[in-house]
């Protein structure tokens, strides 16, 4: 049984769909985890700089926040690997598929804000907090005008596609 996929010109089986949705959700993840193993790396060696003492109590409480943030992110970007190591033998593809996305979606609101999060954090650290408060402004809405706005305005533009998840 083969399911044709709208205009793509895709006919492919339930079981194919799902190997093509998963290996695309991988090849997004190997992205997320690179950028993720970045930001945690660069938290993580700032509490051993000679400058972490100075820092004050909002700066602080931010960087601790950041630090939580990138480890859930780091969580969340392993959690699809994990549940395929487990269930893999089980042909629940097409199920591991659909959690793994919810999975990638919420761990791109984490990257996003702790992204943002570590700007404001550098820029109040090197500037001042005004500073840090309009990059972290300016941030949330460059994550929501890219990340949320312009897809919903590419599936409004092709009402025929969907977008999976």
């Given at each position: 049984?083969?399911?044709?996929?709208?205009?793509?010109?895709?006919?492919?089986?339930?079981?194919?769909?799902?190997?093509?949705?998963?290996?695309?959700?991988?090849q997004e993840l190997r992205v997320m985890q690179t950028?993720?193993?970045?930001?945690?790396?660069?938290?993580?060696?700032?509490?051993?700089?000679?400058?972490?003492?100075?820092?004050?109590?909002?700066?602080?409480?931010?960087?601790?926040?950041?630090?939580?943030?990138?480890?859930?992110?780091?969580?969340?970007?392993?959690?699809?690997?994990g549940l395929h190591r487990l269930l893999f033998h089980?042909?629940?593809?097409?199920?591991?598929?659909?959690?793994?996305?919810?999975?990638?979606?919420?761990?791109?609101?984490?990257?996003?804000?702790?992204?943002?999060?570590?700007?404001?954090?550098?820029?109040?650290?090197?500037?001042?907090?005004?500073?840090?408060?309009?990059?972290?402004?300016?941030?949330?809405?460059?994550?929501?005008?890219?990340?949320?706005a312009l897809p919903i305005g590419l599936k409004r533009?092709?009402?025929?596609?969907?977008?999976?998840?």
């Amino acid at each position: 049984m083969t399911v044709n996929d709208g205009d793509r010109g895709r006919n492919e089986s339930p079981d194919s769909r799902a190997d093509r949705n998963w290996n695309e959700l991988m090849q997004e993840l190997r992205v997320m985890q690179t950028g993720t193993q970045i930001l945690t790396g660069f938290l993580l060696a700032v509490a051993f700089q000679p400058r972490f003492a100075d820092l004050d109590d909002v700066q602080r409480t931010l960087y601790v926040a950041l630090v939580v943030g990138a480890a859930t992110a780091t969580v969340l970007a392993l959690a699809p690997v994990g549940l395929h190591r487990l269930l893999f033998h089980q042909h629940r593809k097409p199920e591991l598929v659909r959690v793994a996305n919810r999975l990638v979606k919420a761990d791109l609101v984490v990257i996003g804000a702790v992204t943002v999060g570590v700007t404001a954090l550098i820029l109040d650290v090197t500037l001042n907090r005004t500073a840090a408060v309009v990059a972290a402004i300016i941030g949330v809405i460059v994550v929501l005008v890219l990340w949320v706005a312009l897809p919903i305005g590419l599936k409004r533009d092709r009402p025929d596609q969907t977008i999976s998840g």
